[in-house]
């Protein structure tokens, strides 16, 4: 079936975010692959560690909040309504994303329990840096998940592309098809965000 | 009882058909001014849009009634051993397909390796229960027409959601009928028996599948406002990143690979 292979990448994509501070310099290949690397582990560290399930959560959301550009995935997923919003509206809708999405990574910290993951090959991907890994979650197929890092200063994650599926163009596609069915208004996205945020 | 053959084939594909009749009304194209609206409507490529938001519905109903359901029974009677074992069944069931896909693609090695799958999990496998041949250096991929049709140089069209299949476009549509009609179980054999088996193949099929999605898609649904959309966006990414993968893949057969390798 169709939908299985697409939803595969649904699963790999909770990994959706985390990156690490590493040494800010312009990146090669070769760091940024180290970045991937040091940022995984320290995930699943995390996620594999004895401490109590909200410790986890607090602990796996420092580090997305550390190893992702989330203020450069916030507006790559606005898309063309970014410019056509106040400079409130980009505020509160930058910091809604922010919280709605580092809540739907670390509250699933559970499932990154025994993970494992290989390192594959870095290279450009446009002005980033594009690094496959192969993600096994037990009892699952292995998945292909290859994280997109920043080229230019300190690395940062801006992107995760699992089985071919990128997270943030999935992101800005639900964004967008929301705003045409709610009269293209900011205000109707952020009121939705802020009813998300407010459910968890 | 040709004619109970030829019902199967009928029933298995009429699904497809059904979702073609199905489609009439059609998207409201953006204001032609506005350059990036249209060109994201393009993009998006689903003039269909009215019609498969209203089959998405029913699937949805469908699925939260009858098929999520049945999952979440099949997840938590069957130990994951089991379940696996049901996993690789269904997969050798469907290594003929995958095979005559990699063949009419010509990609040689994942054909070699279909093959070798074939071969030895239904032997050494016992009947396709162990997946032994991913050991040995065979491992899974899937194959079928659409996938075919597009290493051929046919393009997506536009999307479409079918009823009960789910997403996606007209040459997948009719690469599921082609992969049906070219399934040597929809033609072997005769009587209700073979019948019966072919639809518990189909109905194991969608029951395990989807009881590997449960969580994932509880998630999606969950978390995107557009859930529609979200779908749409996923199943296009990862066909068009699956078919990209394939018309690369230009390797050899693995005898030809170990010929070509300086030895160790």
Not at chain 2, 14 to 25: N, R
Not at chain 2, 190 to 202: E, I, M, N, P, Q
Not at chain 2, 227 to 256: C, W
Request: hydrophobic letters at 45%; proline letters at 5%.
């Amino acid at each position: 079936m169709t939908t299985r292979r697409v939803f595969l990448s649904a699963g790999a994509a909770l990994f959706a975010g985390a990156m690490p501070a590493a040494p800010a310099r312009a990146a090669d290949p070769d760091s940024a692959a180290a970045f991937v690397d040091s940022m995984l582990r320290e995930l699943l560290a995390v996620a594999n560690g004895g401490q109590p399930v909200t410790a986890k959560r607090e602990a796996l959301a420092r580090i997305v909040e550390a190893r992702v550009d989330l203020d450069a995935v916030a507006r790559f997923c606005l898309g063309r309504f970014w410019r056509m919003a106040t400079p409130k509206q980009q505020a509160d809708y930058s910091a809604l994303f922010r919280r709605v999405l580092i809540r739907n990574i670390s509250e699933k910290v559970g499932e990154y329990e025994g993970v494992t993951y290989s390192l594959g090959r870095a290279v450009a991907r446009g002005e980033d840096i594009a690094v496959s890994t192969v993600v096994t979650r037990p009892g699952n197929a292995p998945n292909k998940v290859d994280w997109v890092v920043e080229a230019d200063g300190a690395p940062k994650v801006i992107d995760v592309i699992a089985e071919g599926t990128s997270l943030r163009l999935t992101q800005r596609s639900d964004y967008a098809s929301y705003l045409s069915r709610n009269g293209n208004d900011v205000q109707a996205l952020i009121d939705a965000l802020r009813r998300q945020a407010a459910a968890g | 009882m040709r004619a109970t053959v030829h019902s199967r084939f009928l029933a298995r594909l009429g699904a497809v058909v059904l979702g073609a009749a199905l489609l009439s009304a059609c998207a409201t194209a953006p204001n032609p001014a506005d350059g990036e609206a249209v060109a994201e409507f393009n993009a998006l490529n689903d003039p269909l849009e009215p019609t498969n938001r209203v089959i998405y519905e029913i699937n949805d109903g469908i699925d939260v009634v009858i098929l999520r359901p049945l999952a979440l029974v099949y997840r938590a009677v069957l130990p994951d051993p089991a379940r696996q074992g049901v996993r690789n069944v269904l997969d050798n069931l469907a290594s003929p397909v995958v095979l005559a896909n990699d063949m009419m693609q010509g990609k040689p090695k994942r054909a070699g390796d279909t093959f070798m799958r074939l071969v030895i999990n239904s032997t050494i496998g016992v009947a396709g229960l162990f997946d032994v041949a991913t050991g040995l250096g065979y491992p899974r991929h899937s194959s079928d027409f659409g996938m075919t049709l597009a290493v051929w140089g046919a393009g997506e069209g536009p999307y479409l959601m079918l009823p009960l299949l789910g997403p996606s476009n007209p040459r997948d549509a009719v690469g599921r009928g082609a992969d049906i009609a070219m399934d040597p179980f929809t033609w072997i054999g005769k009587g209700s028996t073979v019948d019966a088996l072919g639809y518990a193949r189909t109905g194991t099929n969608a029951v395990d599948t989807r009881s590997r999605y449960i969580d994932d898609l509880d998630r999606l649904k969950a978390q995107a406002l557009d859930p529609y959309a979200t779908v749409r966006s996923l199943y296009k990414q990862n066909r068009q990143a699956t078919i990209k993968e394939v018309i690369a893949d230009d390797r050899g057969t693995a005898a030809a690979a170990r010929r070509a390798a300086p030895s160790r």
